[in-house]
């Protein structure tokens, strides 16, 4: 399914570069989430499995070096990955690469967090809407002092409740698993 997805978007659009070319702006095309989560994201779960397994703490103690740990992830992620959207009709989670949309800022800076050593079912991938109205997605980390969102559109670690979205769904402890 997931083949013949991206074989027809480059029959439509030509070459596999202009399949995932830039569409501007920072948002991306809202997805339907089931319980699994969206689809793409089930997809990129499928291809990395390790990515995408629970373990540890659903929580994590808020102390100075986490907080530095957060804010150097963060930062480095919003640096390294120049924003480009994904094309509407294929929608793709990658683990820092060199541009992607708001899915690959999410999933890259979990990646790290997890090298870094926070667990991660404290790590949940948040689908939004903006005040603006348009879908993007953050990753959220759940801790002792309330939920925290790491956020490509800010370089500022901010309480999830002040961070202006309004939730479409959040993955839980368990990636695998959506509400």
């Known amino acids: 399914m997931i083949f013949a997805a991206v074989v027809s978007a480059i029959a439509v659009l030509g070459t596999v570069d202009t399949a995932f070319a830039n569409r501007g702006g920072q948002g991306f095309v809202q997805e339907s989430v ?31 070096n986490i907080m530095r740990i957060l804010t150097r992830v963060n930062s480095r992620v919003n640096r390294a990955i120049r924003p480009k959207l994904d094309n509407p009709l294929v929608q793709v989670w990658r683990i820092n690469p060199s541009a992607g949309d708001c899915k690959s ?15 991660a079912s404290a790590l949940r991938i948040a689908y939004v809407k903006t005040r603006q109205g348009l ?45």
């Open 105 to 119: 800022y999410a999933i890259s800076k979990r990646h790290e967090l997890i090298r870094a050593g926070l667990p």
């Open 34 to 64: 089931s319980s699994k989560g969206p689809l793409s994201f089930q997809v990129f779960c499928g291809f990395y499995p390790q990515e995408c397994r629970p373990g540890g703490a659903s929580k994590i103690a808020l102390d100075d």
């Open 135 to 179: 879908g993007h997605a953050v990753l959220v980390v759940k801790t002792s002092q309330g939920d925290l969102t790491l956020d490509n559109l800010t370089g500022e670690i901010k309480p999830f409740h002040q961070a202006g979205y309004r939730v479409v769904a959040i993955s839980g402890a368990d990636p695998r698993r959506w509400s």
